[in-house]
C-alpha cells in the first residue's frame, strides 16, 4: 500500500464544454468566468488551499487560453506597473503564482479514465488527487484537505460523495456503500457509472472530486471501454473496491454535504456566480438590492 503524502493534483480539461454552445466554440469551457475570475482557477486555489502545489492539466485541443491564464503576461503586467494599479496587477499574477503547473494533451476523447491514464508519467508511484473542473466546491467546505486526510488513515483511494435526488442519479457514478465508525466515511463495496432508473444501489453520486492510490494506473491500462464507448474511471475503481486487502485497494466514501456547483451547467454556473457575487463585499450589498427589486414581492 503506497502511504507517500498527496502532493500532486491532476485537473483533467479536454472536454469541449457542448452545453455551453456557441460561448464555447472558441473559448474553452473551464475559462467562463465566475464573476471576474475562470472557473478553473477557483479549483486551481482549491488544490493548493488543500497543499498541493504540484498541478498537471489534463488539456486538448483549443485550450490555449487556458495555458496562457496561468502564465505570465508581462507587457500587461508592465501597463499596470506604470500606472501604479497594484490591485489589477496583483489580481493578473495571482493565477501565475498559484502553483506549479503542467501540462500534457490527451490526444484522443477517450474518456475520464484514459485522462487519468495520460497522467502516469508525472505522477509516478505516488498518491495524488484529480479536480474535475465543472465542479466548483465552496471554499469554505475544505473537502479536498479531509479526503486526503482518510486517505493517509486508511490508504487506498477516496472518493466524494453528495446525496441527490433518486431521479438524478443515472447522471453519476453510484457506489454501494456500508457504514463506518466515522459519520462522514463510508466503504464503497461496488460502483455503478450512471444507473438505469431505479436500479441504483444507493442515493450517493460520485462528485468530481478523488483521491487515488497509484494503484489505479494499472487497471485503467487494462480496463475496456464502458458507458459510453469511454474509460470509465469509475469503472477501474470498482476494480479497486473488490480487492480491498490489496495493495493500493480498498475504496472509501467521504460524505460532502457542503455547497457544490456544477459550473458545466447552465443553471447551476448561473447560481454559483450570483451566490458568490452576492457574498463579496464590493459587489454583494447593490446586487442584493437589484435582486429584490427584480424578483419583487
Given at each position: 500500500?503506497?502511504?507517500?503524502?498527496?502532493?500532486?493534483?491532476?485537473?483533467?480539461?479536454?472536454?469541449?464544454?457542448?452545453?455551453?454552445?456557441?460561448?464555447?466554440?472558441?473559448?474553452?469551457?473551464?475559462?467562463?468566468?465566475?464573476?471576474?475570475?475562470?472557473?478553473?482557477?477557483?479549483?486551481?486555489?482549491?488544490?493548493?488551499?488543500?497543499?498541493?502545489?504540484?498541478?498537471?492539466?489534463?488539456?486538448?485541443?483549443?485550450?490555449?487560453?487556458?495555458?496562457?491564464?496561468?502564465?505570465?503576461?508581462?507587457?500587461?503586467?508592465?501597463?499596470?506597473?506604470?500606472?501604479?494599479?497594484?490591485?489589477?496587477?496583483?489580481?493578473?499574477?495571482?493565477?501565475?503564482?498559484?502553483?506549479?503547473?503542467?501540462?500534457?494533451?490527451?490526444?484522443?476523447?477517450?474518456?475520464?479514465?484514459?485522462?487519468?491514464?495520460?497522467?502516469?508519467?508525472?505522477?509516478?508511484?505516488?498518491?495524488?488527487?484529480?479536480?474535475?473542473?465543472?465542479?466548483?466546491?465552496?471554499?469554505?467546505?475544505?473537502?479536498?484537505?479531509?479526503?486526503?486526510?482518510?486517505?493517509?488513515?486508511?490508504?487506498?483511494?477516496?472518493?466524494?460523495?453528495?446525496?441527490?435526488?433518486?431521479?438524478?442519479?443515472?447522471?453519476?457514478?453510484?457506489?454501494?456503500v456500508v457504514p463506518t465508525s466515522d459519520?462522514?466515511?463510508?466503504?464503497?463495496?461496488?460502483?455503478?457509472?450512471?444507473?438505469?432508473?431505479?436500479?441504483?444501489?444507493?442515493?450517493?453520486?460520485?462528485?468530481?472530486?478523488?483521491?487515488?492510490?497509484?494503484?489505479?494506473?494499472?487497471?485503467?491500462?487494462?480496463?475496456?471501454?464502458?458507458?459510453?464507448?469511454?474509460?470509465?474511471?469509475?469503472?477501474?475503481?470498482?476494480?479497486?473496491?473488490?480487492?480491498?486487502?490489496?495493495?493500493?485497494?480498498?475504496?472509501?466514501?467521504?460524505?460532502?454535504?457542503?455547497?457544490?456547483?456544477?459550473?458545466?451547467?447552465?443553471?447551476?454556473?448561473?447560481?454559483?456566480?450570483?451566490?458568490?457575487?452576492?457574498?463579496?463585499?464590493?459587489?454583494?450589498?447593490?446586487?442584493?438590492?437589484?435582486?429584490?427589486?427584480?424578483?419583487?414581492?
Open positions: 500500500m503506497s502511504r507517500h503524502e498527496v502532493r500532486k493534483a491532476v485537473i483533467p480539461a479536454a472536454g469541449l464544454g457542448t452545453r455551453f454552445l456557441p460561448a464555447t466554440k472558441a473559448t474553452p469551457k473551464e475559462m467562463l468566468p465566475v464573476v471576474d475570475k475562470p472557473a478553473i482557477q477557483y479549483v486551481v486555489e482549491e488544490a493548493v488551499a488543500a497543499g498541493l502545489e504540484d498541478v498537471l492539466f489534463i488539456t486538448g485541443r483549443s485550450k490555449r487560453p487556458l495555458e496562457d491564464h496561468f502564465d505570465r503576461n508581462f507587457e500587461l503586467e508592465q501597463v499596470l506597473r506604470e500606472k501604479g494599479d497594484d490591485a489589477r496587477l496583483r489580481a493578473v499574477t495571482e493565477s501565475t503564482d498559484l502553483a506549479t503547473i503542467h501540462y500534457v494533451r490527451q490526444g484522443d476523447p477517450l474518456g475520464l479514465g484514459h485522462a487519468v491514464l495520460t497522467a502516469e508519467n508525472h505522477v509516478g508511484d505516488e498518491p495524488f488527487a484529480v479536480l474535475l473542473g465543472d465542479d466548483l466546491i465552496d471554499p469554505r467546505n475544505p473537502v479536498l484537505a479531509r479526503m486526503i486526510d482518510v486517505r493517509r488513515e486508511f490508504g487506498g483511494s477516496v472518493v466524494c460523495l453528495m446525496r441527490v435526488p433518486l431521479e438524478h442519479l443515472s447522471l453519476y457514478g453510484c457506489p454501494a459519520d462522514d466515511v463510508v466503504l464503497i463495496t461496488d460502483l455503478v457509472e450512471k444507473p438505469e432508473p431505479g436500479s441504483a444501489p444507493s442515493d450517493y453520486a460520485v462528485i468530481g472530486r478523488y483521491v487515488l492510490d497509484p494503484a489505479v494506473f494499472e487497471v485503467l491500462a487494462g480496463t475496456e471501454p464502458g458507458s459510453g464507448g469511454e474509460i470509465q474511471l469509475t469503472d477501474a475503481l470498482r476494480v479497486l473496491a473488490a480487492m480491498p486487502e490489496a495493495e493500493g485497494g480498498g475504496v472509501r466514501g467521504l460524505v460532502f454535504d457542503g455547497l457544490r456547483y456544477d459550473t458545466g451547467d447552465r443553471l447551476s454556473y448561473l447560481k454559483a456566480v450570483i451566490t458568490l457575487a452576492c457574498e463579496r463585499d464590493d459587489l454583494g450589498p447593490d446586487l442584493r438590492a437589484w435582486l429584490a427589486a427584480f424578483v419583487g414581492p
